[in-house]
Every structure is written in structure tokens, then in C-alpha cells.
């Protein structure tokens, strides 16, 4: 499966923002999906993951209230809505699919989308 992940841009402090990873294939709604980021200088981190059927999400805890993680099996897509934006979600936001099971860990994961800029000014 290849991604396209969208939707990034700069904002300011308190914004919403809505990213998008476009999925090709026909076999989309078979993998997990998940979003991590990485800001400058630091390791990739998890952010929020989602089930096949749409039924568990997992986030993290600097996120979690903030952000909602969806997705579209029809139109083979998963969306990441960030509100409340503050500057420590600064970051280039990735999107990730997996296939065996849900996880949190970015190395479960086998297939990546090229990342999209996310910028949060104070």
C-alpha cells in the first residue's frame, strides 16, 4: 500500500487543523492505521492509531482530548483532526499502515506515507 498524507500547514496557537493520508490499493480497510510525528531533533513519536473496522483508537497522552483520529474505508483515507493546536505539536506529521495488529509502535508498522509539516506558532 502506498500513502499520501496532506492537510499540514502553519497555524497558530489554539487552531484546528485536519491532515489526510490517502491509501492506494483495494485492500485499505485491511490494515491498521496509524499517525506519529517528529519535531526537530527528536525521535518519531506516536500519536494516535485506529482499527480496521473503526471500532478502537489508541492516542497518546499529549494528544489525547485534542486530537481525533478517523478514517473512510470507501474512500481509503484517514484523517487526523488536531484542535486545540499548541506549539509542542510541531512537527512533520506521518502516516502509517499495518497489517497484523493495532499498535502504538512506530516499528510495527511497515508502510509510510512521506509526511506532511505541521507548524504551530505561539
Known amino acids: 500500500v502506498q500513502l499520501q498524507a496532506s492537510g499540514g500547514g502553519l497555524v497558530q496557537a489554539g487552531d484546528s487543523l485536519r491532515l489526510s493520508c490517502a491509501a492506494s490499493?483495494?485492500?485499505?480497510?485491511?490494515?491498521?492505521m496509524g499517525w506519529f510525528r517528529q519535531a526537530p531533533g527528536k525521535e518519531r513519536e506516536f500519536v494516535a492509531a485506529i482499527s480496521r473496522d473503526r471500532g478502537t483508537t489508541y492516542y497518546s497522552n499529549s494528544v489525547k482530548g485534542r486530537f481525533d483520529i478517523s478514517r473512510d474505508n470507501a474512500r481509503n483515507t484517514v484523517y487526523l483532526q488536531m484542535n486545540s493546536l499548541k506549539p509542542e505539536d510541531t512537527a512533520v506529521y506521518y502516516c502509517a499502515a499495518e497489517r497484523s495488529k493495532m499498535s502504538t509502535s512506530q516499528y510495527e508498522y511497515d508502510y509510510w506515507g512521506q509526511g506532511t509539516q505541521v507548524t504551530v506558532s505561539s
Open positions: 490499493g483495494r485492500t485499505f480497510s485491511s490494515y491498521y
